[in-house]
Nanobody
Framework: QVQLVESGGGLVQPGGSLGLSCAAS????????MGWYRQAPGKQRELVAQ???????DYGDSVKGRVTISVDKVEKTGWLQMNGLKPEDTAVYYC???????????????WGQGTQVTVSS
């Protein structure tokens, strides 16, 4: 079964750093674009960072300069490095990716299970 598995969330103090990972598991032939989104209680899901299949990146306005997305297509894993964290960064973080399963001619968008990031002193 093809899926994305996230890890790395937790509690961090304001100004601290945290890294999240998102690994494709199962019979995956190709990893294309990947993105990170977050959703805080009572708010809509918003873009944090994304990387296209050719490596172009885009970041949400509220996190620009503080986060970095990276992807290893051989390992079929992506990471989100977050620095200078603020209490307003508290949210559930989700990764998504375009994956092509082995033996399939089409790709689909998959979502990770979400990981909680809490920024608090």
């Amino acid at each position: 079964q093809v899926q994305l598995v996230e890890s790395g969330g937790g509690l961090v103090q304001p100004g601290g750093s945290l890294g999240l990972s998102c690994a494709a598991s199962g019979s995956v032939f190709r990893l294309g674009a990947m993105g990170w989104y977050r959703q805080a209680p009572g708010k809509q899901r918003e873009l944090v960072a994304q990387m296209t299949s050719i490596g172009s990146t885009d970041y949400g306005d509220s996190v620009k300069g503080r986060v970095t997305i990276s992807v290893d297509k051989v390992e079929k894993t992506g990471w989100l490095q977050m620095n200078g964290l603020k209490p307003e960064d508290t949210a559930v973080y989700y990764c998504n990716a375009v994956l092509t399963p082995v033996g399939s001619e089409s790709s689909n968008v998959y979502w990770g299970q979400g990981t909680q990031v809490t920024v608090s002193s």
